[in-house]
């Protein structure tokens, strides 16, 4: 009998401080703040929305950086508040999601990091030689046509082994589109997407493991986000761009190439790759690209994401040059905050 | 067998006097509960896997399982040709590296090892099959994948180049890699079973042969092998399912390209891996559906691997019940 009182007696205390426990986070949070945004996607954004989470005080954003793959995923069935992709939601993903908006919140550019041994020098490529080389069609770094455009460097005879993101990636979104408008070859044979027919080359997942493949390659190249090549001392190409001028993935080529935006069409959708031939573009780095917030426009959390989305898109882009994001220009930033109305609960 | 008996006569006596137990009661809903959730499980996650698959049967029909494109870009063709094929050389690869492995292993352990050896050695193997797929699978990129590309490939291929399998440019990313991350993965379970088998071998038989004059390893062709050779096919069975399933570390390290070739050193891809890889934000409702597609022909696969091991199981169990 005095086991039972005694195991009940446990009880007791341990419900009584369960409960206190209970009283005593939910305390916290609301002193801190209204309340907690979560978001998942685009790795590409994270370091942004790190700086942001640190920054924004009305609410707590919780982000998970799982890909932008992942993220439409979540926002798609509504575990997330918001998601974020680097890549525009695809028809099919429009209508999967049902009712959500793409909104423009941030803009940066996909690098171009290299392993070649020994090299003297940074390399040189162009949207010709790019293509080429994961069609398949240029397998040697010592081939004519990369050493026409690097003069004065010792390129080695070794095989080249381009890598790709093996996962639905809004990276290989930005670099497919690339690749598209530069190659009438690649447009016709792989087209654009979050991924694609690899014609050459192998296969890694995430930023980290084309990272990994390139560095561990002797002779590989891939593409990853260049906030994610600086951080990991990735070497990376200049690339030409069309007014024939060599350009880096820094702040002056991304805002360059944002320059081509004039008007921002219903989709929502932008992209700035490949810049033409002008003055204005002269700087441009061509592989550049938006990334987008997805939001759902009927949720419980309307105020507070509207309010989040609405600092990150005016204050919180003070962050971003830091980390090599272009503050978004006014056209879209008009846009932006327009369709950010539509979120209501 | 008397004691079950003593039970079950005593349980049917309790009930003939209708004493109302409800502690028993309870505990009979919450373990009938608990089975019938797991059951019901399996179920939901069949028919919701093929009911997504629905479109991509049939729009591809059978015709998938031969088609080798995988193209999610302008074409929007899909075939599991090439997925069925990857996964094929890998587990395959795998279980003719692990079997033979597992059984050197799993026969030290249990006839040749001193006595004092046999626990640890037995705990860290099976401590193997602890270690999570990504950690392998990272392992496998940034320590065994330069291995491989700098040492073993160029070996195999001096030695066996004339061999196809063993053809074209060693690369850390590939077939062979992915082979032997899966050979790691199922090490454990083939070898711990196999010596689960062999420690149900009975003394006096092993004995008997020693005594006849035979040398150990007459003993174990002669008297372990037989005894246990069914339950090694069923172990190998639970292996091979165990490679065919596994997605996050072949990911890591086969390279994702769909293509059907005779080198292990090139890039290729498994059912499972394609399914992890490209699931998650497929763009299209159609590549959607053509990986559920996938996950039905991996989900036939596993339960057939699996009922086969049962069956051998079974059999294995009815010839002799001592080992169980």
Request: charged content about 15%; some cysteine.
């Amino acid at each position: 009998m005095t086991k039972v009182k005694r195991s009940g007696a446990l009880l007791v205390v341990l419900a009584l401080a369960l409960a206190a426990a209970v009283a005593g986070t939910s305390n916290a949070s609301t002193s801190r703040s209204s309340g907690t945004l979560k978001g998942a996607g685009s790795s590409f954004v994270a370091p942004l929305v790190a700086q942001w989470q640190a920054n924004y005080k009305s609410s707590d954003i919780q982000y998970n950086p799982i890909g932008s793959g992942g993220g439409i995923a979540a926002i798609t069935s509504r575990t997330v508040d918001f998601g974020a992709s680097d890549a525009p939601l695809s028809r099919d993903q429009f209508s999967a999601c049902k009712g959500c908006v793409q909104i423009p919140w941030a803009l940066s550019a996909t690098s171009i990091p290299y392993n070649i041994p020994g090299l003297n020098g940074r390399l040189h490529l162009n949207a010709g030689v790019i293509a080429d080389i994961y069609l398949g069609k240029i397998t040697n770094w010592n081939s004519s046509r990369v050493k026409a455009l690097n003069k004065g460097l010792s390129l080695p005879d070794l095989k080249i082994t381009p890598v790709y993101r093996s996962d639905n990636s809004g990276t290989s979104y930005n670099f497919t589109d690339y690749l598209s408008h530069a190659s009438a070859e690649w447009k016709s044979k792989v087209g654009i997407g979050v991924n694609a027919n690899w014609p050459a080359g192998i296969g890694a997942p995430k930023s980290n493991g084309v990272a990994a493949a390139v560095s561990q390659t002797k002779g590989g190249v891939g593409y990853v986000d260049v906030a994610y090549a600086l951080k990991n001392h990735l070497q990376f190409a200049a690339i030409q761009n069309k007014s024939g001028k060599w350009a880096l993935p820094g702040l002056r080529g991304i805002k360059s190439a944002a320059a081509l935006i004039k008007s921002v069409p219903s989709s929502g959708e932008l992209s700035i790759v490949n810049p033409p031939k002008a003055a204005k573009y002269k700087n441009a780095y061509p592989i550049s690209t938006f990334t987008y917030v997805i939001l759902p426009t009927k949720t419980s959390s309307a105020s507070e994401l509207r309010q989040f989305v609405f600092w990150a898109l005016t204050n919180g882009q003070q962050y971003g040059p830091k980390l090599l994001f272009v503050p978004i220009p006014k056209v879209v930033l008009v846009y932006s905050e327009k369709i950010l109305k539509k979120v209501q609960s | 067998m008397s004691s079950i008996a003593t039970q079950a006569a005593r349980a049917a006596d309790l009930r003939r006097r209708g004493r109302f137990r409800p502690g028993d009661v309870a505990l009979h809903g919450l373990t009938l509960a608990a089975a019938l959730a797991a059951v019901s499980l399996l179920f939901l996650i069949a028919w919701k896997v093929t009911d997504q698959a629905l479109p991509a049967i049939h729009d591809f029909g059978l015709h998938f399982l031969t088609t080798k494109t995988w193209d999610p870009g302008t074409r929007q063709v899909f075939g599991a040709a090439a997925f069925l094929f990857g996964t094929a050389v890998t587990s395959i690869g795998a279980l003719l590296i692990a079997g033979p492995l597992s059984i050197a292993i799993a026969l030290f352990l249990t006839e040749l090892a001193p006595r004092w050896l046999r626990g640890p050695v037995g705990a860290l193997v099976e401590m193997l099959a602890a270690v999570p797929s990504v950690v392998i699978g990272l392992w496998g990129i940034l320590v065994m994948g330069p291995v491989v590309a700098d040492h073993v490939e160029p070996f195999l291929k001096r030695t066996f180049g004339f061999v196809p399998l063993f053809g074209g440019d060693p690369s850390i990313f590939g077939l062979l890699p992915a082979i032997l991350v899966l050979t790691i993965m199922i090490t454990p379970i083939v070898s711990s079973v196999s010596r689960e088998l062999f420690l149900g071998v009975p003394r006096d038989l092993k004995e008997g042969a020693l005594a006849l004059g035979t040398t150990r390893w007459e003993m174990i062709r002669g008297v372990v092998f037989p005894y246990a050779r069914s339950g090694i096919a069923a172990a190998l069975i639970l292996g091979l399912g165990r490679a065919v399933g596994e997605a996050i570390a072949v990911t890591q390290v086969i390279g994702g390209n769909v293509a059907i070739h005779w080198s292990l050193f090139k890039p290729g891809d498994t059912l499972a891996s394609r399914i992890a890889s490209q699931y998650q934000g497929a763009s299209s409702a159609k590549q959607v559906s053509a990986i559920a597609y996938l996950a039905v022909i991996l989900l036939c696969f596993s339960l057939l691997a699996n009922v086969a091991a049962q069956v051998i199981v079974r059999r294995f169990a009815g010839r002799h019940p001592v080992a169980r």
